[in-house]
Structure formats: C-alpha cells, structure tokens
C-alpha cells in the first residue's frame, strides 16, 4: 500500500464519520431511514469509484483527492470553494432537521429517485475519468494536458460539472427534504462563475482550447448554456 492509497483511505474514515454525523446529529435519531440510505448509496459509490480510480488512473486519483480552498490558485476560486463547502455544509444539516421537524413530506418514492440521481453522478464520474486524466479537483493546466474532445465532453465542455448537478439537485430528496432545494440557486450561480472563470485561464494556457469552446458551445447543461 502506498502512501497515496493511505492518504485516500485516511480520508475516506475522515469524510465517513463527518457524513454520518452531519446526518445523524440534526435527525436527533437513527431512526432516519432517508439518511441511511442516502448515507448507504453515497459510500459504496464513492468507494467503487475512489477503487476503480486507484486501480485504473493513479494520478487522476491523486488530482481528486487534491481538493479544497488550499490548493486553488486563484483567490476568485478560493471564495468559491468556501461558498460552496459552506452551503453544502447547510444543505446536510438542514435537510435532517426538515425530516425532524416536519417542515416538508417528501414520498418515498421521490426518496428513491433522489438516490437514482445521486448513482447516476456517480457514473458521469466515472465516464468523465475514463477520457480525461486531467480532470483534477482545482483549476489548473498541467505540463502536457491536452484538450479533450472525446466522450462526454463532446457534448458538454464541463461533464464533471454536469455530472455534479445531479448530485446536488439528488441529495435533498433522497435525504426527504424539499425546503433545501431552495439552495441549488446558490450552489448554481457558484458553479456558473467557477466555470467562466476556468474557462477564462483554460482559453488562456492550455493549447486549442479556444478551437474546443467554438466546436462545443454548450458549458454546462445542452441547450440552456
């Protein structure tokens, strides 16, 4: 086992107990059947992916686990960053306490379809990381990177930001909460300035990257933008 499998495992334990609690704490119990669900689906599919990236693409994996407001360059992307874990950070919180408190009734059903959306981000993942080794966490153009054009991202120029939406736009309701879809403005405009601005270094440092935007017009979701 080498030192980047035991930096991933380390913070696979981290991020588990983090998850657990932010779920567990606010529901006031463990009788919360959408939060161990939810919980259930987002481990294993983190781990398959976390292991086929470990198996697969070493790098990619070491590119992803460089995450967070330290490793972004640009102070734009720092705040970015912050406002994102923040509100992500609420969305968890809040959305357990919704299902505490009654604020909202979410079927079972839609609990369900809520997970299904949150498997499906996992599988773009998993599509955008067998095209691109490069699809690092921050913005940043490495030695060598070339543009990709093949799979999903001759459809979307930014398949990992898509692949995000159906994440955030899954989780509220798989964990039974309606009132935290009110966040995904936020989590929305966040993502929107994230990409012009990475869009704007991209065009600027990595070689045909111009070509690629004229050849695929569509950033982040086909035919709205």
Known sequence: MNLLHKQV??????????????????????????????????????????????????????RRTEAGISYEKEPAQKVIIFLLSATSMILMILAPLDVRWGWSYVPWYIVLLGDILVLISFYIFYLVAKVNTYAAANIRVEKGQKVITTGLYGYVRHPMYFGALFLLFGTPIALGSWWTLLLMPIFISLLIVRILNEEKLLAQNLPGYSAYQKKVTTRLIPFVW
Do not use: H
């Open 9 to 62: 495992i380390r913070s696979s334990i981290l991020g588990t107990l983090v998850l657990f609690c932010l779920l567990f704490i606010p529901a006031g119990t463990l009788n919360y059947w959408q939060g161990w669900l939810y919980f259930a689906v987002f481990m294993i599919a983190s781990s398959i992916y976390s292991i086929y990236l470990a198996k697969n693409d070493p790098e990619l994996l070491r």
